[in-house]
T-cell receptor, first 113, second 113 residues
Framework: DAGVTQSPTHLIKTRGQQVTLRCSPK?????VSWYQQALGQGPQFIFQ???????QRGNFPDRFSGHQFPNYSSELNVNALLLGDSALYLC????????????FGSGTRLTVV | QKEVEQDPGPLSVPEGAIVSLNCTYS??????FMWYRQYSRKGPELLMY????GNKEDGRFTAQVDKSSKYISLFIRDSQPSDSATYLC?????????????FGQGTILTVHP
């Protein structure tokens, strides 16, 4: 049973560009959350999607947007990239209503130059 | 003040030692207390979680929660080199499978043979 799959694993972008990161949740999971983890820091919550709607959002600017598809997969889009957006972006999936917790993917390492 | 504080270490111990990892928090609304382990270049992996105050044991790992002091701990007995990783405490607002997770900074642990 595949866990959470994220693509790509690594990405280098230029300041001002736009990027799309992708996530396939663990089988049976219907909720997807995105986190940003800067080097040496804990993950910071970006937003969560459930039933194709953004259910909750953290303190991130509107440059960060997302989408959830009917098959529960999700995308994270970041516009007008800044050097400070360089980080590990983690996707976590869960089954709402259970006590099984979140399963994290291995992340996408984004470097903005 | 951050909602969740965690000493980043690093912590270096000999194999077989007892390890104590700790977090403090400020939000009284937190009811679940989670510990994640993150190996280099990987996403966080849920080790265990507790609900409200008390202790929970799982093999070599014991989690403790003291809600009166807003203080949580993770103890690792008979530590092994394979335990070398970053340990993150995390607290969800809501249940264990929905709502945002607020993480500590993470403690880097090295267990040397």
């Amino acid at each position: 049973d595949a866990g959470v799959t994220q693509s790509p694993t690594h990405l280098i972008k230029t300041r001002g560009q736009q990027v799309t990161l992708r996530c396939s949740p663990k089988s049976g999971h219907d909720t997807v959350s995105w986190y940003q983890q800067a080097l040496g820091q804990g993950p910071q919550f970006i937003f969560q999607y459930y039933e194709e709607e953004e259910r909750q959002r953290g303190n991130f600017p509107d440059r960060f947007s997302g989408h959830q598809f009917p098959n529960y997969s999700s995308e994270l889009n970041v516009n007008a990239l800044l050097l400070g957006d360089s980080a590990l972006y983690l996707c976590a999936s869960s089954q709402t209503g259970t006590d099984y917790g979140y399963t994290f993917g291995s992340g996408t390492r984004l470097t903005v130059v | 003040q951050k909602e969740v504080e965690q000493d980043p270490g690093p912590l270096s111990v000999p194999e077989g030692a007892i390890v104590s990892l700790n977090c403090t928090y400020s939000n009284s609304a937190f009811q679940y207390f989670m510990w994640y382990r993150q190996y280099s270049r990987k996403g966080p992996e849920l080790l265990m979680y507790t609900y409200s105050s008390g202790n929970k044991e799982d093999g070599r790992f014991t989690a403790q929660v003291d809600k009166s002091s807003k203080y949580i701990s993770l103890f690792i007995r008979d530590s092994q080199p394979s335990d070398s990783a970053t340990y993150l405490c995390a607290m969800p607002l809501g249940g264990t499978s929905y709502g945002k997770l607020t993480f500590g900074q993470g403690t880097i642990l090295t267990v040397h043979p």
